[in-house]
């Protein structure tokens, strides 16, 4: 729908003062964070420096996936106020704005209007109170880039396509919100999964498999993120304490995964089950281990904080032949530490695929050295006829790259 109502009266002859910090924040994100967010979720790249009505819409409905309407004139932000509030999702509540409310929220942004109609001034007052918009954007009669991109991030965000996140590892409350979260989880399932992932391990295709689950996705940044797998949170809490003394920043999210392996009999009788941890029996002499464990998930600041995560991890939460007793590191450490970055790392990390079997929100991940890929791949589409297998290549450290290719348990 268009606006019904015109608002070129406004720009003509309305005055807007301002002062320099509203009254609510907005998305404070860099341009290039942005950019990259929004090219990496929803292939929006080569923006304009100045966007026009059209470019900016076109950009609005590859987030909202919504038909929109409106005017194709160059008056800025403005003018955009309702498919702002339609993509993100927020129209009917701005509409619900009555006149000393929305007047109030004008008043504390310091913005006084002499000619606006009432339904723009409901979007105004709506979209500056969720952070859609900062004030200064309703008097811009054109629309930069970087305004741009941070308002499409901002309707990202509302509509739950933005990043997914506990905090930043500075937070200072940071600690409760890992520990609240690894609390919640639970063994999760999905019995189309299940059976095609404990075939493959009857079938020695994988010796194991990953359960994850999509609305636990952090939705990170790629270049900017590592996951890094374990299965204590006491592990994970000095894992942020040990970036907190080096003074790296980065965005966290605590994303479960169900690590499920075979369960050999030899290890003793097969346990009650837990909430945690529990082996199932599929046939007279195999059993699998279901078992919850967690990535945990990083976005760094920069790509330099990102690099030396590494040297951090060899310094600090890595058990080797010189050190096996695990003096001086970590609580928790392994010999084989597993992090993995789905974009390019130089440096001490190798390639390997993941072969990834999707069902609706659920998916299981099984690694693989590159030069074994098309074979996993082949024995899973034989196994399951049915089965879409999708491979995306991942940069692992070292020391887990030679675990895989079975070289040396250090």
Known sequence: MKFKKAISAFLLAGTMIFQAIPAFAANTASTSENMQYLNSYFEISNVSDTVSAQEFCAMLEKISGMELSYENTNTGMLQLLQPIMQASGMEELALTFPEEKYSKILADHNIKFFSLDE???????????????????????????????????????????????????????????????????????????????????????????????????????????????????????????????????????????ISVYEYLLDWGPVPEPEPRYEVRQYKDDFYLVYA?????????????????????????AKKSGENADAEGLLYGSWWQPLYTSSSTMAGNYRKITDNIVTNGEYSIHS???????EKVKQELDITNSFVHVIQKTLWCDDAFYRYLAGNDYQ
């Open 367 to 373: 690694f693989c050295l590159e030069q074994d890929a």
């Open 292 to 316: 919850v464990e967690y990535d945990l998930a990083l976005e760094f600041r920069s790509a330099s904080d990102k690099t030396k995560f590494d040297n951090l991890i060899l310094t600090y």
């Open 119 to 257: 339904i723009t001034a409901k979007y105004a007052a709506c979209a500056l109170t969720t952070g859609l918009i900062d004030a200064k954007d309703l008097t811009n009669t054109s629309i930069s880039k970087a305004q741009a991109l941070r308002v499409l991030t901002a309707v990202a965000d509302a509509t739950g396509q933005g990043r997914n996140f506990l905090g930043y590892s500075n937070d200072a409350d940071i600690y409760g919100k890992l520990n609240n979260m690894w609390n919640s989880f639970e063994i999760f399932s999905d019995e189309t999964l299940d059976q095609i992932g404990s075939q493959a391990v009857q079938n020695k295709v994988t010796t194991g498999y990953n359960l994850k689950k999509e609305s636990y996705d952090a939705r990170f940044i790629p270049e900017l993120t590592l996951r890094y797998g374990h299965d204590d949170i006491k592990h994970a809490n000095q894992i942020i304490g040990l970036l907190q003394s080096e003074g790296i920043v980065a965005k966290v999210q605590l994303e479960p995964k």
